[in-house]
């Protein structure tokens, strides 16, 4: 990983930390939770919304974060936010998700390190949780933004809409609360976590734990650029190669080297760089325990466990529900959207976006996103307008 950069430009943790530029960032202290292995845990939840609430609290539309996401769906770079909004071609005034008309929720994930209580955070000691942090799953991450919902007076969601990561916690919404979902849009995701994600998965977790400046966890008080970055980065990076198609690498770099440089001679291909670049870009705003903590929770994701069996569990939704896939995706199957599809009793049939460019499609392709949300939202509209 050769990209040009100053290790000393790299904090030793990318986590939001208290003092830190707040931004558009709100803060709920929810209280003790009860954990999926038995443990308590104080939680606090970082959170944004746009629009307003009605006074019978059904406007709502709660948007969950992918893997390395975060709260910031709508809104600039800068002042305590490391992105700029990860979706505000699709949410926003007169956008898909119509913020003149729902109030929106976008909380940060539990475990994460933008402000929502997570390895970063002061344990019961005053100091950060580091390797003591427990182990978290979907399901505490749900029970999490259930008591955020609580808080702000949503008594039921209209929509919940995640894709990635935040898909597989938008079903979890919908068998642990079905009560409280009225519409579910579930985007390039499943309903229980794949051996082969979760081999990919574990690559991820041996690149920062293989960090010799992981210190096991507990590297909160090195130096500037004496963190685990190399193996956050290196983490990123196989990560990334799945996000996008082979067909997208193929067009875009081909055999070509990186500028200047010789592969024959140890120089790099062109490919070679860009991954160097999208490790270390998230190397400099996340935090590796954060990493951890959430990749996790989405190896141990399963929303058949203790239910019967997926099937049995999606047969439990009661919501209308919208599933999307992105047809050139190579971590999450065709197979897997259609068996939410197929067990769901309320769901459409399922929907494509079509990109070149692999499971970040979601991410990319604002137009087709927006097509099927819309269209989605204006169904649920029509049946308010006949109750």
Request: hydrophobic share 40%.
């Amino acid at each position: 990983m050769r990209e040009s950069i100053d290790p000393r430009s790299l904090p030793a943790t990318a986590a939001w930390r208290e003092g830190d530029p707040v931004g558009d960032r709100r803060f709920a202290e929810i209280g003790e939770i009860l954990l999926d292995n038995g443990r308590q845990l104080q939680v606090t939840v970082a959170y944004e919304t746009w629009g307003t609430l009605n006074e019978s609290g059904d406007n709502a539309v709660l948007v969950l974060h992918a893997l390395t996401g975060d709260s910031h769906v709508l809104g600039p770079a800068g002042n305590g936010h490391p992105t700029p909004g990860w979706w505000e071609d699709i949410v926003g005034p007169g956008r898909a998700i119509d913020t003149n008309q729902y109030y929106i929720v976008a909380p940060n994930i539990l475990g994460g390190c933008q402000g929502t209580t997570g390895p970063s955070s002061p344990g019961p000691d005053g100091l950060p949780w580091g390797s003591r942090f427990p182990q978290v799953t979907s399901r505490d991450q749900v029970v999490a933004e259930s008591l955020l919902a609580d808080q702000l007076g949503v008594r039921r969601w209209a929509l919940v809409v995640g894709a990635s990561m935040g898909g597989q916690r938008a079903l979890e919404w919908a068998i642990q609360f079905p009560e409280r979902v009225g519409r579910l849009c579930v985007i390039a995701s499943n309903a229980a976590t794949t051996s082969e994600q979760i081999a990919l998965a574990h690559t991820q977790l041996l690149a920062i734990e293989g960090d010799p400046k992981f210190r096991g966890g507990d590297y909160y008080d090195a130096a500037p650029g004496d963190g685990p970055a190399a193996g956050l980065a290196l983490a990123r990076q196989i990560a990334h190669i799945s996000y996008r198609s082979s067909e997208e690498l193929q067009a875009r770099f081909s055999r070509l080297p990186q500028h200047a440089e010789e592969p024959l001679e140890c120089g790099r291909y062109a490919v070679q760089s860009y991954l160097d670049h999208a490790g270390w870009k998230l190397a400099r705003r996340f935090d590796a325990n954060s990493y951890l903590a959430i990749t996790r929770a989405m190896v141990t994701h399963d929303v058949g466990r203790d239910r019967g069996g997926v099937d049995i569990a999606l047969s439990q939704v009661q919501a209308r529900v919208l599933v999307i896939g992105v047809d050139s995706d190579r971590l999450f199957l065709r197979h897997e959207l259609e068996q939410i599809v197929r067990h769901a009793p309320h769901a459409e049939p399922r929907e494509w976006i079509h990109s070149p460019c692999g499971h970040d499609g979601f991410l990319l392709e604002h137009d087709q996103v927006s097509a099927l949300l819309g269209r989605f939202l204006r169904a649920a509209e029509r049946t308010w307008l006949h109750r």
